[in-house]
């Protein structure tokens, strides 16, 4: 896909997408329609997929060449830029069960690998052949990133890892990307490559959540696990930059994805007031409810508009900070309309908005983590204010 393309969407006074755009739109909506939107019942009903349907849906995604869009060619992705992979984070957000997990993303910070961790972790990841879990909460580092507790201490040859990782991805993973802080010094935060399955690893829990998600959020204990200098991704310290850059992404992907599950929510409630008649007319002619459609609606066109723009600068203008600021604003936005809306798409369907083979009650339910994950609303109105604080009000509202 060709980055340039990007350009059209805010060139001068032109702020439709173009034709390269509308085209990856459109077949990303058939790949999650076609692929996704089938196994949502599966999913639900069996609290998670089997291995093997896994394993089907990953041959698909690589099948329509959507594995990896965020890494370049050379590493074995898609090379799309950031616009181009919120096109297809909207509308894998339509899916509920997070089945847009199965659409790797391996994390951005990966491209820091050496020629060997490439190799052996994100080529193949690319491939669909391999799955990382980007492990850094534990039970007494939340939002507080730097009171991990998780050391790496040195050894001879590499080091030893003893820790705790809590609400992980890891479910569907075979090695995980540990944030730890080396000799338990909170200013050396390293990330390194552990296999789940070297000496040490174990999975402790896997609590249930919420939602019914593809698969597990499993806690897991790391008791002197052995690792050599060649599994440390980046360098020595470079943890919190690299997690930070991961951020950036990770919080736009969140902010597509709940654009598109706020926009299936709202077109099947609309579907649904045409057609659901009580007293003699359609429930949408009731003012209550054709008020409830028109706020849904204003939510995600503006939601939408700041999403667009911001995944449009990053993919175009590379101001890290700026980068990091917005995506922050466009998290908290998307992530907390998608919650009103989903709600009020319940609400408009009544009784039948409240069952779980409804899409609408699982995309309500689905987005109430996206407020809390990849830092909570809390912790994006803090860097928020921060950044008011530190550049000033222009970085939000100067434009
Ligand atoms: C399903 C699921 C999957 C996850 N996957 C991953 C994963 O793959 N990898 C990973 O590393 N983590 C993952 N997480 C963890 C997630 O990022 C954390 O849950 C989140 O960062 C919040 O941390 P916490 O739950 O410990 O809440 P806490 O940090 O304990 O916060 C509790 C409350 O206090 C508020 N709060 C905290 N600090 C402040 C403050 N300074 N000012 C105001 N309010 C504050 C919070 O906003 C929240 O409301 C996942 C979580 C869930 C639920």
């Not at 990849?374 to 550049?391: A, L, P, Y």
Request: glycine letters at 10%; a negative charge.
């Amino acid at each position: 896909m060709d980055s340039v393309s990007s350009k059209s969407i805010m060139n001068g006074t032109n702020f439709s997408l173009s034709e390269e755009h509308r085209r990856l739109q459109s077949r990303a909506r058939a790949f999650v329609d076609e692929v996704l939107v089938s196994a949502e019942l599966e999913c639900e009903e069996g609290g998670g997929l089997s291995a093997g349907r896994i394993s089907e849906l990953t041959r698909s995604v690589v099948d329509w060449e959507f594995n990896a869009v965020n890494h370049s060619p050379e590493d074995g992705g898609q090379g799309y830029d950031n616009f181009e992979q919120m096109l297809l984070n909207e509308q894998l957000g339509r899916a509920t069960g997070a089945l847009w997990n199965v659409v790797m993303q391996p994390a951005s910070s990966m491209r820091f690998a050496t020629p060997e961790q490439k190799r052996e972790y994100l080529a193949p990841t690319c491939r669909g052949e391999r799955r990382e879990a980007y492990v850094i909460t534990e039970p007494g580092a939340g939002s507080d990133v730097r009171a991990v507790q998780t050391r790496a201490d040195r050894i001879d040859g590499g080091f030893k890892i003893n820790g705790e990782k809590w609400f992980t991805d890891g479910g569907g993973a075979d090695y995980l990307l540990v944030h730890a802080h080396v000799d338990g010094d909170p200013d050396r935060p390293t990330v390194f490559f552990v296999d789940k399955d070297v000496p040490g690893v174990r999975v402790e829990k896997t609590p249930s959540f919420t939602h019914n998600y593809v698969w597990g959020h499993p806690q897991f204990v790391l008791e002197d696990v052995e690792v050599g200098e060649d599994k440390i991704l980046g360098d020595v310290g470079e943890g919190f930059e690299l997690t930070k850059d991961w951020f950036v992404e990770a919080r736009l992907a969140i902010g597509a994805r709940c654009v598109g599950a706020a926009t299936r929510a709202t077109e099947i409630a609309n579907e649904f007031a045409a057609g659901r008649v009580q007293f003699g007319q359609p429930v949408r002619d009731f003012q209550a409810i054709e008020f409830m459609l028109a706020d849904m609606a204003v939510e995600i066109m503006a939601s939408k508009s700041m999403l667009y723009r911001v995944c449009w600068e990053t993919a175009n203008e590379s101001d890290p900070k700026l980068a990091h600021a917005r995506a922050s604003a466009v998290k908290l936005q998307c992530s907390e309309m998608a919650s009103r809306v989903c709600d009020k798409a319940v609400q408009i369907m009544g009784g039948r908005g409240y069952q779980r083979e409804n899409p609408v009650e699982r995309l309500w339910r689905d987005v109430r983590v996206d407020r809390i994950w990849e830092g909570t609303s809390e912790v994006q109105r803090m860097i928020i204010g921060g950044q008011i604080k530190k550049r000033g009000l222009d970085v939000y509202t100067g434009w």
